[in-house]
């Protein structure tokens, strides 16, 4: 089992920039990779990025790619999402979670962060 603690999340004009962190403890959190997901209201959960165990592969969904930036610090169990650039259809709860092969989320979800962008 993974604990999974979402904070950084706020309100921001278009535009701007938030980093979001998860801190993670339980497992050995460094054997994970580890993901970023959103929900926006009357939405399914969506992949948004994803960082291998080592931080040295990335990926991201084709709506934030450019614009985000996912990395990880295994020695204090945190992965971190940069946002630049946000947009208002950024606006969601986002979470994090370790996910299986295919980037599948293990559903070990935190209460995540809300981020709202104002227009």
């Known amino acids: 089992q993974v604990q999974l603690v979402e904070s950084g999340g706020g309100l921001v004009q278009a535009g701007g920039s938030l980093r979001l962190s998860c801190a993670a403890s339980?497992?050995?959190?460094?054997?994970?990779?580890m993901g970023w997901f959103r929900q926006a209201p009357g939405k399914e959960r969506e992949f948004v990025a994803g960082v291998s165990w080592s931080g040295s592969r990335t990926n991201y969904a084709a709506s934030v790619k450019g614009r985000f930036t996912i990395s990880r610090d295994n020695a204090k169990n945190t992965v971190y999402l940069q946002m630049n650039s946000l947009k208002p259809e950024d606006t969601a709860v986002y979470y994090c979670?370790?996910?299986?092969?295919?980037?599948?989320?293990?559903?070990?979800w935190g209460q995540g962060t809300q981020v709202t962008v104002s227009s």
């Open positions: 339980g497992r050995t959190f460094s054997n994970y990779v």
């Open positions: 979670d370790a996910l299986r092969v295919g980037l599948v989320p293990y559903g070990y």
